[in-house]
């Protein structure tokens, strides 16, 4: 029943004020008041994104997804692309680039908007270009010190979340095309994940990384943002049941990592007053941030699912957190961040979210435990 608010009330709402038909491209966000954008750029995650949504859309029936697919397409395969390879980073309101930087992070969310709109348009027509962006993206973005660089030109301090996220694009390009060079490209992140990135010690995943790789620390801590904690836990879920479906040799170590990434999230980072996820917190558990924006919270919801023995009660504590985020605005809208106190301001809902909640609320496992 949790898709109901995704194909009744916000798809719908998004197809009719977040695309700019006109013009070919996606709107940045919807105002909660108005409906209206203020923005006067384009991001490539926001096309990809929403070419992501849109595609989860199509699947569940809904009217104008398909045709919000394929203008996606066009934009990622047409303005998008640099002729010397790669993606912008950014465009103007005509879809011309204005910066030219090319991010990994935003690249990967190209590689997923492939991979997702697979069900739409065909593999067969998609294939060729998610393996040549992932060969790229190999070539190009390769660190000397292990992973990836954050951009071309690079950029410091290196981070986890690109890692994360070109993780969960080749996993789903493994899916979605069946060709083994996505899966293998997958395991060499969760190999970089177990040796370089999750920090034993701590049981924790810290945000920011030095050149050679190493956590960057203040006072021998560093910065953990939860949300990606509980990414991790279901990208990690992801790959195991991906690597045993292949036969591959199963990694005793990743439930280990998995179990530590969970118990210090619950431990350090849901906020007993208002049972909401903290945006960020030290690795000794101190406090950062303790205002909580909305991804954390789908994100412990795609976590939760895969609990050990996980059962609905599991998820009803996230599922509650998730709808403060609902309260007091249209359906179909969210406020995008609360306070410490759990209050929310009228800042406009931004079109990058609505991945997160589609990815969270269309997850078969959540589904299969929320029915």
């Known amino acids: 029943m949790r898709t109901r608010w995704l194909e009744d009330c916000a798809w719908p709402l998004w197809l009719e004020h977040g695309v700019d038909w006109k013009r070919r491209a996606f709107h940045e966000h919807v105002d909660l008041a108005s409906l209206r954008c203020r923005a006067e750029f384009r991001r490539l995650r926001v096309a990809a994104r ?9 699947g569940h029936g809904v009217p104008g997804a398909r045709d919000a697919v394929s203008l996606g397409l066009d934009f990622l395969r047409g303005p998008a692309r640099l002729a010397d390879g790669g993606f912008a980073w ?16 935003d690249h990967a969310f190209v590689l997923l908007a492939f991979a997702a709109a697979t069900p739409v348009v065909g593999a067969e027509s998609l294939h060729a270009e998610a393996v040549a962006l992932t060969e790229y993206i190999a070539e190009n973005f390769a660190h000397p010190a292990g992973g990836y660089e954050e951009s071309i030109p690079s950029a410091m301090p290196r981070r ?46 810290p945000e920011y990384f030095d050149a050679a790789l190493a956590p960057q620390r203040e006072a021998g801590r560093f910065l953990v ?46 906020d007993p007053i208002t049972g909401l996820v903290v945006n960020s917190v030290w690795s000794d558990g101190a ?9 954390p919270q789908t994100e412990r ?21 998730l709808g403060k985020h609902f309260e007091g605005v ?25 991945y997160h909640l589609t990815a969270a609320l269309t997850d078969q496992a959540v589904v299969a435990l929320t029915r």
């Open 90 to 105: 950014r465009f103007d309101l005509d879809n011309r680039p204005i910066d030219h930087t090319r991010d990994l992070y």
């Open 225 to 270: 943002e939860p949300g990606h904690h509980y990414e991790w836990v279901w990208l990690l879920d992801w790959y195991a049941r991906s690597a045993a479906a292949t036969g591959r040799p199963a990694r005793p170590e990743l439930r280990q990592a998995s179990d530590s990434l969970f118990a210090f999230a619950g431990r350090f980072a849901v």
């Open 160 to 205: 986890q979340n690109p890692h994360m996220h070109l993780l969960e694009a080749l996993l789903a390009a493994h899916d979605a095309f069946g060709d083994e060079l996505f899966f293998d490209r997958a395991e060499e992140l969760v190999l970089i994940f177990l040796s370089r990135l999750f920090q034993a010690a701590e049981g924790a995943l």
């Open 287 to 295: 406090a950062r941030d303790g205002g909580f924006r909305l991804w």
């Open 330 to 354: 249209r359906p179909g809208l969210w406020i995008e961040r609360l306070d410490a106190d759990g209050h929310g301001g009228g800042d406009p809902a931004p079109a990058s979210s609505l």
């Open 301 to 321: 919801l795609k976590a939760e699912a895969r609990r050990e023995n996980a059962a609905s009660d599991h998820l009803a504590p996230a599922l509650v957190a």
């Open 50 to 58: 929403q070419t992501y949504v849109f595609s989860k859309a199509a």
